[in-house]
């Protein structure tokens, strides 16, 4: 059967929601103010913060159209740990108490819904052929990092799905390649947690067609206090308030490129 | 430093015909085994038997190498591995390194003993020009340098945290690599990693970096007999979570199935082409039942 592709000109994307409810407002808020005619949300609502079933009343009433991420398989399906992909045991440490805590919180209702998000998305942005996945076209956790993703690989992807733009999150850290005859990689960042840069802000990404595609990073300031106080409220790891007070990742470091370790704090 | 030749390794090599296999799934990993087991070290435990006097397995003529790389590229690969022996041995290392870098996130294995202020100064501006991120994995055995040494050699301690000092001075983040080889005697203390975690930190290491791999029952570890894999073994078993279904590996002689077992006709896939590597690989060797249970894979994460 024909995949129905729908068409936009202007739309807004972010992945990792991470149970930040107050950022996702705030970038709920700030993308209507620009004017996109859709919001879509690339996976993983779940996870680090506190109070997982805040988020879905939000994606749900503003209509965000979303895409499973690992986390949001993990939970749907009942599995064990969040399938982030993590090797390091220091990594798996803090992922096994964020997964524990948000599979405790998390509605069943809100778990099955999370179970039938589809796995990637395709839509039309003017004549840009645009490709939606969580990690990555092949694997739903596989780390596309900026420093770490070659652009021969890249060129696969988009060759192999008939696609003009790639749009992937996962490592919770924004980048935009552009790449031969007109083509695009961007990896659209989170909005669960700031991206390791010693800012509290947060991002999200507004894809607007043309003649070239535009690409533009959109910081989101929130009340990000009031999260890191909810966070030690329900006795998570106070690595993770940190984070989100400081803007330095703490957690789920060891498998960072060196070059994007290296601009981090930790 | 020239390479002695004596006589090669006699390696046993259990049949391969019967072994189940794991099926090809992608091109995630590129090594390039560029030294062979030529290495300045004779670490008791080595997985290849590598040392100065007996390279079982000869180093690879650059060109090879570069047309690895090229091959590679053109398939999509995510990123590349130059490991040995010692592949700072190679008198075109660097210039390896930065073709590597042109096409994909580069990791070199080292012991760290041959990178010295100038050799450092050299990488750091080899990170600093690349489209990718260059990762340097040193090998250390134990944080204690009587225990350490006694596996890997006298001086072999102070030399690798010498390198892993000017690396780290220089913003490479080096990620050390210990084997589990001196743990039992280490009972009742830190676990491993942290031990390794709290030893960089009192080196000054800020992000200490930390990989921690099983010892395989092969090369100088090596053990007469040993369990092999059966079907049954791996009924209901994700096959894709074994690095030979998405690694390569391209060493004197063509291409092999992973780095542990490179070298060994039984791992052997393609005389020499990347793509024609793209087949079943056999999990014929008692060291396949180490990444079965262990869950080990040889890449960085």
């Known amino acids: 059967m024909q995949e129905r592709v729908a068409e936009y000109r202007r739309v807004a994307l972010f992945g990792g929601v991470y149970n930040n409810a107050p950022a996702l407002h705030a970038t709920l808020e700030d993308a209507r103010r620009r004017d996109v005619e859709a919001v879509f ?30 986390y949001d398989e993990s939970l749907a399906q009942g599995k064990s740990d969040c399938g982030c992909g993590y090797t390091d ?18 509605s069943t209702g809100n778990k099955q819904w999370l179970g039938a998000l589809p796995g990637r998305r395709r839509i039309r942005l003017g004549e840009h052929r645009v490709l939606m996945c969580h990690g990555s076209p092949r694997v739903i956790n596989e780390f596309l990092w900026e420093s770490a993703t070659p652009t021969g690989l890249l060129k696969r992807f988009l060759g192999q799905a008939e696609a003009d733009v790639l749009a992937c999150t996962h490592t919770g850290i924004k980048w935009h390649r552009p790449l031969p005859d007109g083509k695009h990689a961007v990896n659209v960042g989170v909005i669960g947690r700031p991206e390791n840069d010693g800012s509290s802000n947060v991002w999200y990404t507004v894809l607007t067609a043309g003649p070239d595609l535009s690409v533009e990073f959109i910081p989101v300031h929130y009340d990000f206090e009031t999260l890191a106080r909810q966070i030690e409220q329900e006795g998570l790891p106070l690595e993770f308030a940190e984070t989100i007070r400081t803007g330095w990742w703490t957690t789920c470091l060891e498998n960072l490129p060196s070059r994007e370790r290296a601009r981090g704090k930790y | 430093m020239s390479i002695r030749m004596s006589l090669p390794l006699v390696v046993n090599e259990p049949g391969a015909e019967h072994a189940p296999v794991v099926p090809f799934l992608r091109l995630s990993a590129l090594w390039i085994q560029i030294t062979g087991t030529w290495c300045n070290l004779e670490c008791t435990h080595c997985i290849n038997a590598s040392g100065p006097d007996d390279p079982w397995l000869k180093p690879i003529a ?46 070199v294995l080292t012991n760290g003993t041959l990178i010295d202020e100038a050799m450092a100064d050299r990488l750091a501006g ?11 994995r ?164």
């Not at chain 2, 090229?70 to 592949?87: H, M, Q, S, W």
């Not at chain 2, 894999?229 to 994700?238: H, I, M, P, V």
């Open chain 1, 41 to 70: 949300c690339l996976g993983d609502m779940g996870g680090f913060g506190p109070h997982p079933d805040r988020v879905f009343p939000l994606l749900k009433d503003h209509g965000v159209l979303a895409i499973q991420g690992n």
């Open chain 1, 89 to 106: 045991p220091r990594d798996n440490h803090f992922a096994r108490i964020s997964y524990e805590y948000t599979f405790a919180n998390t």
């Open chain 2, 62 to 107: 650059p060109e090879v190498a570069r047309e690895a790389i090229r091959e590679a590229d053109e398939l999509g690969v995510k990123e590349i591995y130059f490991t040995g022996g010692e592949p700072f041995l190679h008198g075109e290392i660097l210039a390896l390194l930065a073709a590597a870098l042109a096409v994909a996130p580069t990791t």
């Open chain 2, 126 to 136: 080899l990170a600093r020009g690349a489209a990718y991120s260059l990762e340097i």
């Open chain 2, 138 to 301: 040193v090998s250390l055995d134990d944080t204690d340098p009587e225990k350490n040494d006694r596996i890997r050699g006298a001086g072999a301690f102070d030399k690798a945290v010498r390198a892993i000092r000017i690396l780290h001075d220089r913003g490479l983040l080096p990620i050390v690599t210990a084997t589990e080889i001196t743990s039992h005697e280490h009972a009742g203390g830190l676990g491993m990693y942290e031990r390794f975690r709290g030893f960089l930190a009192g080196l000054g290491v800020e992000k200490p970096r930390v990989k921690i791999v099983p010892v395989f029952a092969l090369g100088r570890s090596s053990r007469e007999g040993g369990r092999r894999l059966t079907e049954d073994d791996l009924e209901g078993f994700d096959r894709g979570t074994l690095q030979c279904s998405e690694s390569r590996v391209v060493a004197d002689g063509g291409v092999y199935a992973c780095p542990i077992l490179a070298g060994l006709p039984g791992a052997k896939l393609s005389d020499g082409g990347l793509e024609a590597s793209f087949r079943d690989a056999p999990l014929y060797h008692p060291s396949c039942v180490t990444c079965h249970e262990t869950g080990m894979t040889c890449k960085n994460g």
